[in-house]
């Protein structure tokens, strides 16, 4: 698809590895280049357990919601708990990209493109779950306020309707800062495509780039534009989640704590999943020149600050509830820990916060074995925080006649998987068409190149 020269040959240590103008295009673009037995085995992979989870949506679609584990109260459980979930995961690539740029933190060349992506494919896997909720997804644009002929408008006072707006306004801007940032490398790697449809489609993404001198003015002032506009999303859009729980009188989740909290827990569990994708992809394609251990670190320490909040929330919370007036509120968190969900309340804790201490010791954050095995338990531990959250308030209310115990579901298992496999569906697709790291910007970061006499 795309006509590579060879790469420069590595050294002993990759981490020393120089970079060169010309064996960044290479190395980047090598994603592209990569043999096609290799990237189809993985998409048929998780087209395969896609397939499994689209069977348990027809189940539900065609029997109806009765073949879940839930029932009132306890209704919503584990299709919010993965709403909320892929919300979060969603927002680590507005932090990287846009709050990191305007604060000029230079490590963020290296990563932000591949959070750019997770945060768009974030976001369309979160807003599966409330379309096949409904119960009937071919009603869902009764959702959106337009003039129709029914005389139906949207209860713009729900929290719920709060979250059709805040969710397609995020989508609309990450989507459109995405392909903004994406113009000067896709101009370079449709130079180098030799497929007709490949090279069209990337004639379409790169808007006629040339890398004129007024192309870059504009192309910088639209950036920026962009991420001053993203910016406030990071916080508003799980704040406003956050408010589906808050603004309800349900015991454990009327707290003011909650946006800051859902904030803070976001970026903890985006930061993670970065760290994630990124550790095999610099290992495999023997990248670590690019994005070094330095790179690596300091994802890292962005785990341990959220992770120290993360931890500051739940003992808040803990607090407030066990030395406030309110016996219910008492109860509930009482009931997280020694209740039937103890194993999930246990579990978030020790992921979320105990397990991520160990980030304090530099020889741990520059492991990327250990790094990879502890993101992976930061975000089930963030998974379960979201189910302790949502299950435990709900089957333990005010009402003890209204008390139920809900037991997950293997329809809800499948459809926990394959929120997964649809993620990896558009990373995969990502990584084989799309550059996956800024070449434009770490070149910022390169000397100038030199003549063949030595001068610059």
Request: hydrophobic share 55%; proline share 5%.
């Amino acid at each position: 698809m795309i006509e590579t020269q060879a790469p420069p040959a590595v050294h002993a240590d990759p981490e020393k590895r120089p970079i060169t103008q010309a064996s960044l295009n290479d190395d980047v673009m090598k994603l592209i280049s990569l043999p096609g037995k290799i990237w189809w085995a993985a998409f048929l992979l998780d087209l395969l357990v896609l397939a499994v989870a689209l069977t348990a949506v027809r189940n539900l679609i065609v029997h109806g919601w009765g073949v879940s584990g839930f029932m009132r109260p306890v209704m919503w459980a584990v299709d919010i708990t993965n709403f909320v979930f892929w919300v979060g995961i969603a927002h680590c690539g507005t932090l990287v990209s846009a709050v990191l740029f305007l604060f000029r933190s230079h490590f963020r060349r290296a990563v932000y493109r591949i959070a750019e992506a997770m945060t768009v494919f974030g976001v369309l896997t979160a807003a599966m779950f409330p379309a096949i909720h409904t119960g009937r997804p071919w009603f869902d644009y009764w959702l959106f306020p337009y003039p129709n002929q029914r005389q139906l408008w949207t209860n713009i006072r729900s929290p719920l309707e709060w979250d059709v707006f805040a969710v397609n306004t995020y989508l609309t801007i990450s989507s459109i800062f995405f392909l903004v940032g994406l113009i000067p490398d896709v101009a370079a790697v449709r130079d180098r495509a030799k497929h007709p449809l490949m090279k069209f489609v990337y004639t379409l993404l790169s808007f006629g780039w040339t890398g004129a001198n007024y192309q870059w003015k504009h192309f910088y002032g639209a950036y920026l534009f962009f991420a001053a506009i993203a910016t406030p999303l990071v916080f508003s859009v799980h704040s406003v989640v956050s408010w589906d729980f808050a603004m309800a009188q349900t015991p454990g989740w009327h707290s003011t704590l909650f946006a800051p909290y859902f904030v803070a827990g976001a970026i903890f569990s985006g930061v993670a999943m970065v760290i994630n994708l990124m550790i095999p992809i610099r290992k495999a394609f023997h990248l670590e020149h690019i994005v070094t251990i330095d790179h690596m670190e300091k994802l890292a320490k962005l785990v341990l600050l959220t992770s120290c909040m993360v931890g500051y929330s739940y003992l808040t919370e803990f607090f407030m509830a066990w030395f406030g007036p309110n016996a219910a509120e008492r109860d509930v968190f009482w009931f997280r820990a020694t209740g039937h969900y103890w194993w999930a309340f246990w579990t978030m804790f020790s992921c979320n916060v105990v397990f991520p201490l160990l980030l304090w010791l530099k020889p741990f954050r520059r492991n990327m074995t250990a790094m990879f095995i502890l993101c992976i338990f930061v975000n089930i531990g963030m998974w379960f925080e979201r189910f302790v959250i949502i299950v435990t308030s709900l089957t333990r209310s005010f009402n003890p006649a209204n008390w139920f115990y809900y037991k997950m579901s293997f329809t809800e298992v499948c459809l926990i998987v394959g929120s997964f496999a649809w993620f990896f569906m558009f990373f995969l697709v990502f990584v084989r068409v799309l550059p996956a790291f800024s070449i434009a910007e770490i070149k910022e970061t390169l000397p100038m190149p030199k003549r063949k006499g030595g001068h610059a």
